[in-house]
């Protein structure tokens, strides 16, 4: 299995970035997607993930400023993120798990897959 993310860059504050994350070694429409992100010196905390449902969940910092979304034909789940911040500044990271349930969906440990992350900056 493989998670290749990408879209990650350098933007002002305010500004918009989408990432991407593309699965491959796995039948895409049977996981869970999340997204991760982890600045220096800090733990890795929940940003967003998206069930095979469609359902999406998002953590309170970003919740209105990102969504989350995936296209099962592409394999891919997307992140995008408007009025960035500067406490946005992080290594984003995609991950995946095919038996996730709701009350572990924030929770890193329970993906069992995860991507090489892509570096978000938003400068002020």
């Known amino acids: 299995v493989q998670l290749q993310a990408s879209g990650g860059g350098v933007v002002q504050a305010g500004g918009s970035l989408r990432l991407s994350c593309v699965a491959s070694?796995?039948?895409?429409?049977?996981?869970?997607m999340g997204w991760f992100r982890q600045a220096p010196g800090a733990e890795r905390e929940f940003v967003a993930a998206i069930r095979r449902s469609g359902d999406t969940y998002y953590a309170d910092s970003v919740k209105g400023r990102f969504t989350i979304s995936r296209d099962n034909r592409e394999n891919t789940v997307y992140l995008q993120l408007n009025s960035l911040k500067p406490e946005d500044t992080a290594v984003y990271y995609c991950?995946?798990?095919?038996?996730?349930?709701?009350?572990?969906?924030?929770?890193?440990?329970?993906?069992?897959?995860w991507g090489q992350g892509t570096q978000v900056t938003v400068s002020s």
């Open positions: 070694g796995l039948t895409f429409r049977n996981y869970a």
């Open positions: 991950a995946a798990d095919q038996h996730l349930i709701v009350s572990s969906i924030r929770s890193a440990i329970h993906y069992d897959y």
